[in-house]
Protein backbone atom coordinates (compact mmCIF):
# COMPACT_ATOMS: atom_id res chain seq x y z
CA UNK A 1 0.00 0.00 0.00
CA UNK A 2 1.62 3.24 -0.99
CA UNK A 3 2.26 5.95 2.03
CA UNK A 4 -0.35 8.21 0.87
CA UNK A 5 -2.88 5.75 0.85
CA UNK A 6 -2.82 4.92 4.55
CA UNK A 7 -4.37 7.47 6.46
CA UNK A 8 -7.72 7.40 4.31
CA UNK A 9 -7.53 3.33 4.29
CA UNK A 10 -7.79 3.04 7.76
CA UNK A 11 -11.40 4.58 7.46
CA UNK A 12 -12.12 2.06 4.88
CA UNK A 13 -11.15 -0.48 7.55
CA UNK A 14 -8.34 -1.90 5.66
CA UNK A 15 -5.24 -3.08 7.23
CA UNK A 16 -2.61 -1.28 7.71
CA UNK A 17 1.16 -2.66 6.67
CA UNK A 18 4.39 -0.06 6.60
CA UNK A 19 3.34 2.51 8.43
CA UNK A 20 3.49 0.66 11.89
CA UNK A 21 7.56 0.07 11.07
CA UNK A 22 7.81 3.75 10.30
CA UNK A 23 10.89 4.78 12.66
CA UNK A 24 11.32 7.58 14.48
CA UNK A 25 12.90 10.95 12.40
CA UNK A 26 15.83 12.85 14.62
CA UNK A 27 14.21 16.27 15.04
CA UNK A 28 15.34 18.75 12.40
CA UNK A 29 16.49 22.30 13.72
CA UNK A 30 15.06 23.71 10.94
CA UNK A 31 12.01 21.92 10.13
CA UNK A 32 8.98 24.39 10.02
CA UNK A 33 5.79 22.46 9.60
CA UNK A 34 2.54 23.16 7.71
CA UNK A 35 -0.03 23.19 9.75
CA UNK A 36 -3.95 23.39 8.80
CA UNK A 37 -6.68 24.97 11.16
CA UNK A 38 -9.84 24.13 10.07
CA UNK A 39 -11.15 27.73 11.83
CA UNK A 40 -15.77 28.55 13.00
CA UNK A 41 -16.18 31.57 11.36
CA UNK A 42 -17.79 32.79 14.85
CA UNK A 43 -15.13 32.34 17.08
CA UNK A 44 -11.08 31.05 16.15
CA UNK A 45 -11.63 32.95 12.79
CA UNK A 46 -12.96 35.92 14.59
CA UNK A 47 -10.32 35.45 17.63
CA UNK A 48 -6.93 35.74 14.89
CA UNK A 49 -8.57 38.91 13.73
CA UNK A 50 -8.28 40.56 16.88
CA UNK A 51 -4.70 38.77 17.48
CA UNK A 52 -3.84 40.06 14.71
CA UNK A 53 -5.58 44.05 15.33
CA UNK A 54 -3.75 43.51 19.31
CA UNK A 55 -0.33 42.89 16.69
CA UNK A 56 -0.15 39.30 18.98
CA UNK A 57 2.87 37.50 17.68
CA UNK A 58 2.21 33.92 16.34
CA UNK A 59 3.89 31.49 13.89
CA UNK A 60 3.67 31.79 10.56
CA UNK A 61 3.47 27.76 10.19
CA UNK A 62 -0.70 27.65 10.41
CA UNK A 63 -2.66 28.19 7.22
CA UNK A 64 -6.46 28.73 8.16
CA UNK A 65 -9.57 27.32 6.05
CA UNK A 66 -12.91 29.10 7.51
CA UNK A 67 -16.06 27.14 8.23
CA UNK A 68 -19.35 28.14 9.05
CA UNK A 69 -19.03 25.25 12.36
CA UNK A 70 -16.79 23.11 13.53
CA UNK A 71 -19.76 20.27 12.73
CA UNK A 72 -19.11 20.92 9.51
CA UNK A 73 -15.93 19.22 9.72
CA UNK A 74 -16.28 15.32 9.10
CA UNK A 75 -13.69 12.16 9.52
CA UNK A 76 -12.61 12.50 5.95
CA UNK A 77 -11.48 16.02 6.09
CA UNK A 78 -9.42 15.85 8.66
CA UNK A 79 -7.91 12.49 7.08
CA UNK A 80 -7.19 14.11 3.84
CA UNK A 81 -5.60 17.12 5.40
CA UNK A 82 -2.65 14.43 6.85
CA UNK A 83 -2.74 11.93 3.70
CA UNK A 84 -1.89 15.65 1.33
CA UNK A 85 1.05 15.85 3.91
CA UNK A 86 -0.23 18.47 6.76
CA UNK A 87 2.32 17.95 9.47
CA UNK A 88 0.09 18.87 12.03
CA UNK A 89 -4.08 19.87 11.81
CA UNK A 90 -6.54 21.37 14.24
CA UNK A 91 -9.93 22.45 14.51
CA UNK A 92 -10.83 25.44 16.08
CA UNK A 93 -14.27 25.98 17.12
CA UNK A 94 -16.52 28.07 19.61
CA UNK A 95 -16.75 27.40 23.41
CA UNK A 96 -18.59 24.64 24.40
CA UNK A 97 -22.24 25.48 25.41
CA UNK A 98 -21.43 28.44 22.79
CA UNK A 99 -21.85 27.08 19.17
CA UNK A 100 -24.17 28.53 17.21
CA UNK A 101 -25.52 25.68 15.63
CA UNK A 102 -25.84 24.25 19.63
CA UNK A 103 -23.41 21.20 18.77
CA UNK A 104 -21.30 21.03 16.40
CA UNK A 105 -18.26 21.51 18.10
CA UNK A 106 -18.81 18.87 20.61
CA UNK A 107 -19.92 16.67 17.10
CA UNK A 108 -16.07 17.79 15.72
CA UNK A 109 -14.41 16.66 19.22
CA UNK A 110 -15.71 13.26 18.48
CA UNK A 111 -14.45 12.90 15.17
CA UNK A 112 -11.12 14.47 16.13
CA UNK A 113 -11.00 11.61 18.98
CA UNK A 114 -11.69 9.15 16.12
CA UNK A 115 -9.23 10.30 13.74
CA UNK A 116 -6.63 10.24 16.53
CA UNK A 117 -7.80 6.99 17.21
CA UNK A 118 -6.91 5.76 13.51
CA UNK A 119 -3.85 7.57 13.04
CA UNK A 120 -2.54 5.35 15.70
CA UNK A 121 -3.55 2.45 14.41
CA UNK A 122 -1.58 3.07 11.20
CA UNK A 123 1.44 4.53 12.69
CA UNK A 124 1.20 7.95 13.03
CA UNK A 125 1.12 10.35 16.10
CA UNK A 126 -2.03 10.97 17.07
CA UNK A 127 -0.82 14.23 18.56
CA UNK A 128 -0.63 15.54 15.17
CA UNK A 129 -4.41 16.21 15.30
CA UNK A 130 -6.40 18.52 17.95
CA UNK A 131 -9.50 20.05 18.88
CA UNK A 132 -9.52 23.50 20.32
CA UNK A 133 -12.47 25.99 22.05
CA UNK A 134 -11.94 29.43 22.12
CA UNK A 135 -14.34 32.71 21.66
CA UNK A 136 -14.05 35.60 19.23
CA UNK A 137 -12.75 37.44 22.25
CA UNK A 138 -9.39 35.35 22.96
CA UNK A 139 -7.43 36.45 20.77
CA UNK A 140 -4.58 36.42 22.92
CA UNK A 141 -5.90 32.03 23.20
CA UNK A 142 -5.38 32.21 19.62
CA UNK A 143 -2.17 32.89 19.71
CA UNK A 144 -1.22 30.77 22.26
CA UNK A 145 -2.75 27.79 20.75
CA UNK A 146 -1.14 28.84 17.51
CA UNK A 147 2.43 28.56 19.36
CA UNK A 148 1.71 25.48 20.97
CA UNK A 149 0.78 23.38 18.76
CA UNK A 150 3.05 24.46 16.17
CA UNK A 151 5.95 23.71 18.72
CA UNK A 152 4.16 20.38 19.25
CA UNK A 153 4.47 19.66 15.35
CA UNK A 154 8.01 21.06 15.49
CA UNK A 155 9.12 18.39 18.07
CA UNK A 156 7.37 15.35 16.01
CA UNK A 157 8.56 16.21 13.09
CA UNK A 158 7.78 15.70 9.24
CA UNK A 159 4.08 13.52 8.48
CA UNK A 160 5.42 10.57 6.96
CA UNK A 161 2.95 10.98 4.41
CA UNK A 162 4.40 14.68 3.58
CA UNK A 163 5.69 14.75 -0.42
CA UNK A 164 7.30 17.25 -2.50
CA UNK A 165 5.26 20.03 -4.42
CA UNK A 166 1.97 18.77 -2.90
CA UNK A 167 0.06 22.37 -1.12
CA UNK A 168 -1.55 20.91 1.75
CA UNK A 169 -3.76 23.89 2.39
CA UNK A 170 -5.02 23.71 -1.45
CA UNK A 171 -5.83 19.69 -1.00
CA UNK A 172 -7.39 20.25 2.33
CA UNK A 173 -9.78 23.04 1.12
CA UNK A 174 -10.50 20.99 -2.31
CA UNK A 175 -11.49 18.02 0.19
CA UNK A 176 -14.04 20.37 1.90
CA UNK A 177 -15.85 21.30 -1.46
CA UNK A 178 -18.68 23.42 -0.58
CA UNK A 179 -18.34 23.55 3.49
CA UNK A 180 -14.96 25.86 3.41
CA UNK A 181 -16.10 29.73 3.36
CA UNK A 182 -14.18 31.98 1.39
CA UNK A 183 -11.45 34.10 3.82
CA UNK A 184 -13.74 37.61 3.00
CA UNK A 185 -17.56 36.17 3.71
CA UNK A 186 -19.81 35.64 6.09
CA UNK A 187 -21.64 32.41 6.79
CA UNK A 188 -25.26 32.64 4.86
CA UNK A 189 -27.99 32.53 6.80
CA UNK A 190 -27.67 29.23 7.83
CA UNK A 191 -29.93 27.45 10.11
CA UNK A 192 -28.85 25.08 13.07
CA UNK A 193 -29.91 21.89 11.18
CA UNK A 194 -27.35 22.97 8.44
CA UNK A 195 -24.79 24.00 11.00
CA UNK A 196 -24.66 20.50 11.86
CA UNK A 197 -22.61 17.42 9.63
CA UNK A 198 -24.40 14.82 11.35
FE1 LIG B 1 -18.55 27.85 16.11
FE2 LIG B 1 -20.25 25.77 15.86
S1 LIG B 1 -18.14 25.76 16.45
S2 LIG B 1 -20.62 27.85 15.40
Redesign the pocket.
Known amino acids: MADAEVATAAVEGEAPEAADEAPKKPVDPDFEPEIIVFA?H??AYAAADLAGSMRLQYPTNIRMIKLP???KLEVIHLLKAIEAGADGVYAA??LEGE???LK??LWARKRVTHVKDLLAEVGIEPERVEMFNMSSAQGARFAEVATEFTERIKALGPNPLRREGVDTHAAAREALGDVAMPDDTAPSAATSEE?HAE
Open positions: CYCCTGGCCHYGNG
